[in-house]
Nanobody
């Protein structure tokens, strides 16, 4: 089993920054990709970014490209999401996810690919 615990959410003004953390524990040795997703009230969950566990290859949603940066510290078993130039439309609950599935990068933009999820952390951006 794998456990994921997010932290770092909060209230920030538009243009500000936050860094989310996802602490990973359990059977991490076979993890392939870590992802960040978000969900706003009344909206479907959407892909934000993902990173390969071993090699650090990344992918971003167009809506966050150039503003968000995903990274991982394997020694600490932690994945980060640095969010800069935040906008009110970034307001959502942010979820960390992990998968052992191996495939093309496009599958990692789909929530159904991930078997492990954190509880989520709220990010609120005021205008």
């Amino acid at each position: 089993q794998v456990q994921l615990v997010e932290s770092g959410g909060g209230l920030v003004q538009a243009g500000g920054s936050l860094r989310l953390s996802c602490a990973v524990s359990g059977r991490t040795f076979s993890l392939v990709v870590m992802g960040w997703f978000r969900q706003s009230p009344g909206k479907e969950r959407e892909f934000v970014s993902h990173i390969t566990w071993s090699g650090g290859r990344t992918l971003y949603a167009d809506s966050v490209k150039g503003r968000f940066t995903i990274s991982r510290d394997n020694a600490k078993n932690t994945v980060y999401l640095q969010m800069n130039s935040l906008k009110p439309e970034d307001t959502a609950v942010y979820y960390c996810a992990a998968t052992r599935t191996i495939g093309s990068s496009t599958i990692y933009t789909k929530g159904s690919t991930y078997g492990y999820w954190g509880q989520g952390t709220q990010v609120t951006v005021s205008s």
